[in-house]
């Protein structure tokens, strides 16, 4: 067997390709991780709000195609850890209800093939291998778990606490975001977290976010089986005579070409590029590209509705660290409207800088700013259903085409009539009542939806199913087409639902893990001893 066949090649280290490779890695199966970017530099830069938002220094520095043919700068990063690096964090679990059929006003929300019960036991691993820091009991539309979460929540700061008192006393039931930093809140001099105001969005230079990169893609390649080649960007892939089996992986790196096989090959590029993979891979058997019998590979593309709504408020906000309130009374439906709308929680805060890249318009008599002084910024997600037509193609010049028409907007212009409502209900315990009649008479909420270029919460282009007609993987993410060829990123959604995905997809990545090691003919108790070999060498480092 040549040098360059491996047992499995993972391609992307992001939420699903990270996560899978710190979990095959104690397999002692010869792995090969490939991952177009680099690590972020570390760098005080990292931090520094003009070139992290502003600059778009981080940003992937391609371009794609919107259905008119006009560029568009994606809001995507391309590093060792993927998205992960600047994500936010906040790390949910689907509801129980969305891996069934649902009824949205704008259409219908399609079941998952698998049950939430299925992915229950994933969920809980990921939770424990993210060290999501959450309270259980506190969200109304939390699906059943098994375990609690490993860390307690990360406490809201006082104007955060003064809003989940308000939200609670106007009968709402405001909860804990569960998110996945390190904080030590009770030993703070030990704590990996600082608690800082540059989190949501930036790279963590202290290495204390949970991001695919320190939690899973540094474990993994501690194993001598495991191999990561960074700058190596993933051209086609090419099948053997029957089209049955992905034979080669052509990759360019440092300017050559070069060539990479494996008895599995995992995608795991991110929703967009990943099916972009796959309909650049087309061949004679796979002439609409690979695994794409169905014609479904970058078809059903959605990234939720989401909105940043700042509230703004005569009593300061000096908030630092702000992700941390949540409210889903309006996940499935209110008495005034039967469905679902969707969820609401926070953007790291906001600072004048970050304003002058998307500028709100100006609240009167506030400068930006003032207005960043003095907002809650909000983030609202409303689920984007299905849509054949929103699509990822390839332009003649090879260039990513992202067709794409919102839907379901009335679910999300209802979601921000419900927090106007909410906000309208707030009393401002500080300045008494009189600041109150102010401070809510001249309410400001510049409410603006995210535009394409943000990408962020890509899913569905490569959906997973039971019918080959009408996906494009089976249950175990395996393509219905090709014996050998898997996608564990966010391509797989069949719908979006409405809360964050990353959660999601490292848990499926863990249960997708577990079918490749049978496969594989990896023997529990291997496993086991390999892990408590790594335990042992950890403890003797
Ligand atoms: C600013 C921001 C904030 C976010 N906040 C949250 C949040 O709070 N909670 C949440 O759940 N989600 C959040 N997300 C979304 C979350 O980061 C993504 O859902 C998640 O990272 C997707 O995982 P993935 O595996 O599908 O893809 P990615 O994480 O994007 O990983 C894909 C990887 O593949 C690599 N790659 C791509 N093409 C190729 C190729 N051809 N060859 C080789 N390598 C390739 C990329 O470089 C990348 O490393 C946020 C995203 C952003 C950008
Ligand atoms: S120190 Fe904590 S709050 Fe700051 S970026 Fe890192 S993980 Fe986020």
């Not at 809003?163 to 030993?187: I, Q, T, W």
């Not at 983030?379 to 259903?385: A, G, K, R, V």
């Not at 719908?495 to 003919?521: C, E």
């Amino acid at each position: 067997m040549s040098d360059n066949h491996y047992d499995v090649i993972i391609i992307g280290t992001g939420a699903g390709g990270g996560t899978l490779a710190y979990h095959l890695a104690p397999s002692g199966k010869r792995i090969l991780i490939l991952e177009r970017g680099d690590y972020v530099p570390r760098e005080k830069a990292n931090w520094d709000p003009q070139v992290v938002n502003v600059d778009a220094h981080y940003n992937a520095k391609e371009s794609w195609l919107d259905k008119d043919g006009k560029e568009l700068h994606p809001h995507t990063n391309y590093y060792v850890g993927g998205n992960t690096k600047f994500y936010g964090a906040a790390l949910f679990r689907l509801r129980k209800e969305d891996f069934g059929e649902l009824r949205h006003h704008g259409g219908i929300s399609p079941a998952w093939p698998i049950s939430y019960e299925d992915l229950e036991p994933y969920y809980t691993q990921a939770e424990n291998l993210y060290q999501v820091h959450g309270n259980r009991g506190e969200d109304p539309t939390e699906p059943p778990a098994n375990a609690p979460y490993p860390w307690p929540a990360v406490s809201h700061e006082p104007r955060i606490q003064q809003l989940s008192d308000d939200f609670a006393r106007s009968g709402l039931k405001p909860f804990h975001v569960p998110v996945g930093v390190m904080l030590d809140e009770k030993n703070p001099h030990k704590s990996r977290c600082i608690r800082c105001n540059t989190c949501d969005g930036f790279a963590c230079l202290v290495g204390a976010k949970s991001d695919a990169q320190v939690v899973c893609i540094d474990e993994a390649i501690k194993h001598s089986n495991v191999t990561l080649l960074t700058n190596s960007l993933v051209k086609r892939l090419d099948t053997d005579v029957s089209g049955r089996e992905v034979k080669s992986v052509v990759v360019e790196r440092n300017g050559a070409v070069e060539s990479y096989s494996a008895d599995v090959v995992v995608v795991s590029c991110g929703a967009i590029n990943s099916a972009a993979l796959l309909l650049r891979s087309a061949n004679d058997k796979h002439p609409r590209g690979l695994a794409n019998s169905s014609d479904v590979v970058g078809r059903h593309y959605m990234g939720h509705t989401n909105s940043v709504m700042m509230a703004i408020s005569k009593c300061p906000n000096p908030t630092i660290f702000q992700k941390t309130l949540g409210v889903n009374d309006f996940y499935f439906c209110s008495k005034d409207f039967e469905y679902p709308m969707g969820h609401i929680s926070f953007v790291g805060k906001l600072d004048a800088i970050t304003l002058k890249a998307g500028a709100p318009a100006i609240a009167p008599n506030f400068t930006l700013e003032l207005m960043a002084k003095h907002s809650l910024d909000f983030w609202l997600t409303s689920e984007d259903l299905p849509d054949p037509s929103n699509r990822v193609t390839i332009g003649r010049d090879g260039k990513i085409v992202l067709t794409y028409t919102p839907n379901n907007l009335e679910a999300h212009e209802r979601l921000k009539g419900k927090l106007k409502q909410a906000m309208r209900q707030t009393n401002c315990t500080m300045h008494g009542h009189e600041c109150h009649q102010g401070l809510f008479g001249r309410n400001l909420y510049v409410g603006q939806r995210i535009p394409l270029a943000g990408v962020a919460h890509q899913n569905g282009t490569i959906r997973f199913g039971h019918d080959p007609k009408t996906s494009v993987l089976d249950p175990n993410c395996k393509a219905h087409d090709v014996d050998n060829l898997y996608v564990v990123d966010g391509s797989f959604f069949p719908s979006s639902a409405a809360v964050n995905p990353a959660l999601t997809i490292m848990a499926n990545a863990l249960r997708v893990g577990d079918h490749l090691m049978k496969r594989l003919g990896v023997s529990g108790k291997d496993y086991e001893q390999n892990l408590r070999q790594d335990r042992e060498l950890a403890v003797s480092r």
